[in-house]
């Protein structure tokens, strides 16, 4: 099949793309219960549904929330309450044209639920049959216990866990940030009596949040919520995780995956969080070195040299801490080649200039992307949920494209100095160390690990 490519004499005509139009901002009814919970409901029409997420802190202290124990908690939430079994949930989702699945990582365990309008009640009455009364069956619990461990050995045989285990360590060190999947001997230990009494402990409406967007009306949904949700009580205990210490780059950390046909490159450091003064302008240098399909990365060490399908860079946000983090799969003989010109593109970012057309393209990218998710009642309900998780009020959502909007060449590369400059990033390599190391020695110290 033969490519069609656009005629010079058409493309010129071709539509220039124009600034996105300010997002107007949904009606929304903000409220905190005496509980602690916070409830966010906004009118979204268009269908007659209603999305649901509810974000529960689950760490306290210097602890990750127990890995293994928060990680089979969300795996069996929904496998039965004194009132009703996996089935009877099943039966009752399917009725009011529903769904509930449940998501644990370090800082929460989330609840991502959907219905129909009308259904609106019973949908938070089940969410909270779930959080305050599952009972953890035995035999669902050895069923999901041998299952994770399986999960976990199959994830760690792959080179890009690895890698990614790796370079979190390698930025947090023994903060829970820093600690990948649950070992297999502590899932091992996990009982459902342990499951039950952590449910108690950290399932608790303090601080969490949760978001009902769709055809409903705001304060008419905050009052299903008041009336569903009025059992949960919290105990007092407030969760939070400490702040993780600045990491320093260090000597590259090879590890080693003998034979292996590829290396797998990761490179990360701090970054700042959707607060942050910075944040618009690190966004845009993210974009620009490697955040989407036409950026630098991509057009360097894929389009032009073909080292590898799918560079890509990106910024994580957590609670305590943000990174930013590079990825590049290539194989073992371009491993130097492609680091090399990695680097280069880095410091291409940190000395700029940046053309006015990519600067523009990135720009229409964010303000484009960030209005089409918002456009579904699902993406609204996510971005509004991650807005009160960072403590930013709905208003970000139309302030920040215009502030991305606004932002010089100067201001993005002074960003990309303070936050992609090699020097301060630490680097992964996940490889074969004999055939990589002596690559590797041109490009500083090497620490192998087995």
Do not use: C
Not at 34 to 61: F, H, N, Y
Not at 147 to 159: D, K, V, Y
Not at 218 to 229: F, I, S, T
Not at 347 to 369: C, D, F, H, N, W
């Amino acid at each position: 099949m033969t490519a069609t490519l656009i005629a010079p004499e058409r493309a010129a005509n071709i539509p220039e793309v124009r600034k996105p139009k300010p997002i107007k901002l949904p009606t929304v009814a903000d409220t905190r219960f005496r509980s602690g919970l916070r409830v966010i409901a906004a009118r979204k029409p268009g269908v007659p549904r209603v999305e649901a997420r509810l974000a529960i802190p689950i760490t306290r202290g210097g602890d990750a929330g127990k890995a293994a124990v928060i990680t089979l908690l969300s795996k069996t939430l929904m496998s039965g309450t004194t009132q009703r079994s996996a089935t009877d949930i099943a039966e009752l989702l399917q009725r009011i044209g529903g769904s509930l699945d449940v998501f644990g990582d370090q800082e929460d365990v989330t609840l991502f639920g959907s219905a129909l309008a009308p259904a609106l009640g019973a949908l938070l009455e089940l969410m909270a049959e779930v959080v305050i009364d599952a009972t953890h069956p035995e035999d669902e619990v050895g069923l999901q216990r041998a299952r994770l461990i399986q999960e976990i050995a199959l994830s760690r045989s792959q080179p890009e866990t690895v890698a990614h285990e790796a370079l979190v360590r390698r930025l947090f060190g023994r903060h829970p940030y820093g600690r990948g999947l649950p070992e297999p001997e502590d899932v091992a230990k996990v009982k459902p009596a342990a499951l039950r009494t952590n449910q108690a402990d950290r399932l608790l409406p303090s601080g969490s949040v949760l978001v009902l967007v769709g055809d409903i009306s705001p304060d008419k949904a905050v009052a299903e919520a008041q009336r569903a949700l009025e059992g949960w009580k919290s105990s007092g205990m407030k969760p939070g995780l400490a702040t993780p210490a600045p990491s320093k780059p260090g000597a590259i950390l090879l590890v080693d995956r003998p034979g292996a046909v590829q290396t797998n490159i990761r490179i990360g450091g701090p970054a700042v969080n959707r607060k942050h003064v910075d944040w618009p302008a690190l966004a845009l240098a993210n974009l620009v070195f490697g955040g989407y399909f036409v950026s630098r990365l991509v057009d360097n060490i894929r389009e032009k040299r073909g080292y590898t399908y799918s560079p890509h860079s990106g910024v994580r946000h957590m609670r305590q801490a943000s990174f930013f983090t590079t990825q590049a799969d290539v194989g073992t003989e371009v491993t130097g080649p492609a680091l090399a010109e990695i680097n280069y593109e880095l410091g291409r970012m940190v000395a700029g200039p940046i053309e006015a057309g990519e600067l523009q393209s990135a720009k229409r990218y964010l303000g484009g992307t960030l209005s089409m998710s918002l456009q579904t009642q699902a993406g609204l309900a996510a971005y509004l949920s991650v807005l009160a998780t960072d403590g930013l009020p709905i208003e970000y959502l139309r302030d920040y494209p215009k502030a991305v909007e606004d932002l010089s060449e100067e201001q993005v590369i002074v960003a990309a100095r303070r936050y992609l400059a090699p020097h301060k990033l630490a680097y992964v390599m996940v490889g074969d160390a004999s055939a990589v190391a002596p690559v590797l020695d041109g490009f500083g110290a090497v620490e192998t690990a087995g």
